[in-house]
Every structure is written in structure tokens, then in C-alpha cells.
């Protein structure tokens, strides 16, 4: 068995590297629904259907993939090299275009302009400083057209002050036979009550009929209460919040109800 242990790194590279194991673990994510959810936020709160899409963080994009299956431009950005190539190939086997950029979350170029942009699975976590949020919210706001949306699916704040707990931290998922198990976080992993940041321990194990390993990588990642990430939008000067949904399934408000999992602002470009 081969394992790997990474003591600390930037974004758990070492982990993000392994992306159709990562695709696997996260096949339990209804991304058809996750995208008609946005879709039809997009519509009340614009007027207008959405025509391009840049989904940031993507992983294995596969938001970015079904919306180009449901006729959108499609864009992805991600800081792994291994995804985005894993991606671009996922891409190809649905039959759809992707453009797919290998960059930096907090700033990255992007020559082009889109109506509807997200970031999903509490990427924005390992935004860890606030000047890497304002920095990053300049950098999407530049990408979307006038009166763009931008969606932050985001950890609910009774994480942060530890009141309830809203996400299953360890599962198993299977792909024919693949088998892959996720544990994300551990009872040793330090939090900084100072910075809101945890040394987040995340493990993956994979097994195939010919080989089979672990991935222990950490990295530091934030957790945001509601209203520090409004005063940050605010600071940024390039967004509005113009409402805050509890859930990518349709119809949750944000609340403190369990049936909110979730804090996903949705940002107008102002």
C-alpha cells in the first residue's frame, strides 16, 4: 500500500492531485440540481436566463460541464494542474467545450466575461486572510458582465462557533471497482480561535484491482461568520449581496433551521 503524508501545504495539494479518486469520493454532490438552483436565482434576481458560467475551484468542473450540457459557455478555473487536466478530458468524454485555466483563486487573468459565476464545496475556506478575500472578490468581479451574479456555497456559520454540526466529515463512495473513502478533519486538528482557521487534517484512500494507497495532507482552512463576510463584500466596493440561501437544493432560506446546511451569498457585480 502506498502511502503519502504531507505535513502541511498550500490548498492540500497533495490531496486535490489525486483527481479521479477526488471525483469519485464527491459523486454524491446532485449537480444537475445544483445547477437549476442557480440557474433559476439567477433568472429571479436578473430577469434574464444566464448564457455563460465560469465555475472557480472547480475540481473535476463537473458544474461547469453540465452547464455546458445545458447549452451554456463554459469556463473553470483551479489551482491544481491534475485537475484541470482530468477535467479538460471529463470534458471531452461528455462531448461539450471547456475552457479550463490553471490559476490562483485570489487572482487570476481571464481575458473573457460571464453572466453567472459560483464557487462550490466551501472552497472560499482556504481564502484564509481578509486581504485574500477582498483581492478575490475584485479579481471575480472583473470577470462577470455588468450585473453579473456571483455564488459562494459556503460552511454554515454554526460550524464556526461549534453549535451544531452541519456536513458527514467521513464517507465511502464506489465507481464500478473503485472504492474511495474520505475523512475530512480529525479530533488532533488545531483550531485558531484568533485567525477563525483550523489545520485541517484530510485523508483519502483509494483501491483498484491493482494498486490501492493513502493521502494525509494538511492545510490551514477559515471558517466566516455571516457577518464578517458581508462587511467584506462591502469592503471589496465591487459587490452587492443581494440575497443568502441556506442550500443548493431548491426553496431553503438561509436560517438556523438543520434544513440549512449551508450559507450561500449570491453577489450582484456593482
Known amino acids: 500500500m502506498n502511502i503519502t503524508k504531507v505535513t502541511q501545504n498550500d490548498c492540500h495539494t497533495e490531496f486535490y492531485s489525486k483527481a ?41 468542473a463537473s458544474n461547469a460541464i453540465q452547464m455546458a450540457q445545458r447549452g451554456l459557455k463554459s469556463f473553470a478555473l483551479d489551482y491544481s ?13 461528455a462531448g461539450v467545450s471547456l475552457t479550463y485555466l490553471q490559476g490562483d483563486m485570489r ?70 471497482d473503485v472504492e474511495v473513502s474520505v475523512q475530512w478533519g480529525n479530533d488532533t486538528d488545531v483550531f485558531d ?35 464578517e463576510i458581508d462587511a467584506l463584500v462591502k469592503l471589496s466596493g465591487c459587490f452587492e449581496m443581494i440575497d443568502v440561501v441556506g442550500s443548493l437544493k431548491p426553496g431553503v432560506p438561509f436560517s438556523n433551521e438543520k434544513s440549512s446546511w449551508r450559507m450561500i451569498p449570491i453577489l450582484k457585480r456593482i
Open 107 to 176: 487572482s487570476f487573468d481571464f481575458t473573457e466575461t460571464v453572466d453567472l459565476a459560483a464557487i462550490f464545496m466551501d472552497s472560499t475556506s482556504y481564502l484564509i486572510t481578509n486581504e485574500d478575500v477582498v483581492t478575490h472578490f475584485k479579481t471575480v468581479a472583473k470577470c462577470l458582465n455588468k450585473n453579473g451574479l456571483y455564488f459562494l456555497e459556503m460552511s454554515h456559520p454554526r460550524d464556526v462557533f461549534s453549535v451544531g454540526k452541519s456536513t458527514i466529515t467521513e464517507w465511502t463512495e464506489r465507481d464500478g
Open 81 to 93: 494542474k491534475e485537475m484541470v487536466a482530468y477535467g479538460l478530458e471529463k470534458a471531452r468524454a
Open 193 to 227: 480561535s484568533i485567525k477563525q482557521s483550523t489545520n485541517v487534517t484530510a485523508k483519502l484512500k483509494y483501491k483498484t484491482p491493482s494498486k490501492q494507497g493513502e493521502i494525509v495532507d494538511q492545510s490551514n482552512q477559515r471558517c466566516f461568520t455571516f457577518n
Open 20 to 60: 479521479r479518486f477526488y471525483d469519485i469520493a464527491f459523486s454524491f454532490k446532485n449537480v444537475p440540481e445544483e445547477n437549476q438552483t442557480i440557474i433559476d436565482l439567477y433568472r429571479k434576481h436578473s430577469g434574464n436566463d444566464a448564457k455563460s458560467f465560469l465555475d472557480i475551484a472547480a475540481g473535476p
